[in-house]
């Protein structure tokens, strides 16, 4: 008598990790001023030296951010063997530009293996690689996708 195992399968997927984060701070020096006498000569040589330097460029320098976009997808599957099929959504991860991030095996009180994987793809293979998880198993038992 041939067993069935049941492999439950998450996929998270992380397509745009990076940030234009900056310090948010964008201050010009405030220029000094000086004392000067009726005549308009400075009183202190502090002037002078501030005098001869330019001042800086006071246009607004705008911050640009990367917003970070995550989709999730988990699938739980019917498959032949437990230790087989992981090695196979491995591949598919690392062929996806992914790895995996999480993975166990272990038996249930009726003798049934079970397994969880969760792995993580390039944004632009989501779609591709849940259709491929899906053909990995003999019946996918549910299925969701967010993000």
Known sequence: MKKNSLIGIAVVLVLSAC?????GE????????????????????EY????????????LQTQTTT????????????VENVNDELEQITALAAEY????????VRDDED??????????VEAENFEAA??????????VLSHSSKG
């Open 19 to 23: 940030g234009g984060a900056g310090d």
């Open 26 to 45: 964008n201050s010009a020096a405030e220029p000094q001023r000086a004392s000067v006498d009726q005549d308009g000569r400075a009183l202190s040589a």
């Open 48 to 59: 002078d030296l501030v005098a001869d330097t330019a001042l800086p460029d006071t246009t």
């Open 67 to 78: 917003r970070m976009i995550i989709k999730n997808g988990e699938l739980s599957l019917l």
């Open 97 to 104: 530009g992914g790895y995996v991030i999480s993975s166990e």
């Open 111 to 120: 003798d049934r293996t079970m397994g969880w994987i969760t792995i993580t």
């Open 130 to 139: 849940m259709d491929d998880l899906r053909e990995i198993g003999q019946q």
